[in-house]
């Protein structure tokens, strides 16, 4: 298996670290690279033709798109507990913490392209708060959920495990943790994971 992707995107570390507690880190090659919607790698675009990563190849050599689709993969192939619940209430909710987990990232990315790839003259400073605003209504919603996150491993506490780091790394100035109390306790706890560790960006000195 081949993995193709940025060690800074939010959405490689979290294939990366679902490999991991999947225990097929070992299986994929890992190809590092950098990609953007003006200026697409070749070489990625190649594998997918939307240009975007994560991208997998797998042994027989289909390719995988999304996190989402390589996320699941990896779990149906793994020899560890599924991070995917069979179905119920534990099912819906690993889901749903997901599709936030997303959905915050997104924003989180698209401010940063906003800021870093359009030209200052036409950045648009309110487009940029309203996906701010995306971002602190999910990680209220997250908070006040936090519970629900204790002792468990899933996709949803893999997502939004990655989802805290991203930010830590991305916008320190956001200081995410204040009035977060519940989230920002179960993240210090699930950062020390040995797949969150190994993967960890890394976090640009003050």
Same mark, same amino acid.
């Given at each position: 298996?081949? *993995?193709?992707?940025?060690?800074?995107?939010?959405?490689?570390?979290?294939? +990366?670290?679902?490999? @991991?507690?999947?225990?097929?880190?070992?299986?994929?090659? /890992?190809?590092?690279?950098?990609?953007?919607? !003006? &200026?697409?790698? *070749? $070489?990625?675009?190649?594998? &997918?033709?939307?240009?975007? =990563?994560?991208? =997998?190849?797998?042994? &027989?050599?289909?390719?995988?798109? #999304?996190?989402?689709?390589?996320?699941?993969?990896?779990?149906?192939?793994?020899?560890?507990?599924? =991070?995917?619940?069979? %179905?119920?209430? *534990?099912?819906?909710?690993?889901?749903? $913490?997901?599709?936030?987990? #997303?959905? !915050?990232? #997104?924003?989180?990315?698209? !401010?940063?392209?906003?800021?870093?790839?359009?030209?200052?003259?036409?950045?648009?400073?309110? /487009? @940029?708060?309203? $996906?701010?605003?995306?971002?602190?209504?999910?990680?209220?919603?997250? &908070?006040?959920?936090?519970?629900?996150?204790?002792?468990?491993? #899933? !996709?949803?506490?893999?997502?939004?495990?990655?989802?805290?780091?991203?930010?830590?790394?991305?916008?320190?100035?956001?200081?995410? +943790?204040?009035?977060?109390?519940? *989230?920002? %306790?179960?993240?210090?706890?699930?950062?020390?994971?040995?797949? =969150?560790?190994?993967?960890?960006?890394?976090?640009?000195?003050?």
């Amino acid at each position: 298996m081949e *993995l193709f992707g940025s060690s800074a995107s939010p959405f490689v570390r979290k294939v +990366r670290v679902m490999a @991991i507690e999947a225990g097929v880190d070992t299986t994929f090659v /890992w190809r590092e690279l950098s990609t953007t919607p !003006i &200026n697409p790698d *070749l $070489q990625l675009a190649e594998a &997918n033709p939307l240009a975007k =990563m994560p991208t =997998m190849m797998t042994a &027989n050599r289909q390719m995988l798109y #999304d996190s989402r689709v390589i996320c699941e993969y990896l779990d149906s192939v793994g020899g560890g507990p599924t =991070m995917f619940p069979d %179905s119920g209430e *534990l099912r819906w909710r690993a889901l749903c $913490q997901q599709a936030l987990g #997303d959905g !915050i990232l #997104d924003a989180a990315v698209s !401010i940063r392209y906003e800021r870093n790839m359009r030209p200052p003259e036409k950045m648009w400073e309110g /487009w @940029i708060e309203g $996906q701010f605003g995306k971002i602190r209504r999910g990680l209220d919603r997250v &908070n006040a959920e936090a519970e629900y996150l204790n002792g468990v491993l #899933d !996709i949803g506490a893999i997502t939004l495990g990655c989802v805290a780091g991203y930010l830590d790394f991305r916008f320190p100035e956001e200081n995410w +943790r204040e009035g977060r109390a519940a *989230l920002a %306790s179960w993240y210090e706890t699930f950062s020390i994971r040995k797949s =969150m560790s190994s993967t960890a960006h890394v976090v640009p000195k003050p």
